[in-house]
Nanobody
Framework: QVQLVESGGDLVQPGGSLRLSCAAS????????MGWYRQAPGKERELVGR??????IYADSAKGRFTISRDNAKNTVYLQMNSLKPEDTADYYC???????????????WGKGTLVTVSA
């Protein structure tokens, strides 16, 4: 089965940087979309950014500070986070829409999450 595994979550100081990665593995024919969501304590999960084809979109809170990139050969998506703020503290979840065979439609998959804490 398809699995998404995140890594890179850590405790960082305000203004610091962090790079998250997410690798998809298992039965993968093609990946339509890869991206990142986050969920802060007591709040709903929200979009950070995602890549679909040649188009990348970001939440307003991420524009100018965060960059999403993708390595298609490794089925991996990255989230480079700069100028981190305390309000960026959240569990960060990898998302992908994946076709598991050439005759299947894309299906949604989620990672288990990795914790990013921004605090002095």
């Amino acid at each position: 089965q398809v699995q998404l595994v995140e890594s890179g979550g850590d405790l960082v100081q305000p203004g610091g940087s962090l790079r998250l990665s997410c690798a998809a593995s298992g039965s993968i024919f093609s990946i339509n979309v890869m991206g990142w969501y986050r969920q802060a304590p007591g709040k709903e999960r929200e979009l950070v950014g995602r890549i679909s084809g040649g188009i990348t979109i970001y939440a307003d809170s991420a524009k100018g500070r965060f960059t999403i990139s993708r390595d298609n050969a490794k089925n991996t998506v990255y989230l480079q986070m700069n100028s981190l703020k305390p309000e960026d503290t959240a569990d960060y979840y990898c998302y992908a829409n994946i076709r598991t065979s050439r005759v299947s439609l894309g299906m949604d998959f989620w990672g288990k999450g990795t914790l990013v804490t921004v605090s002095a």
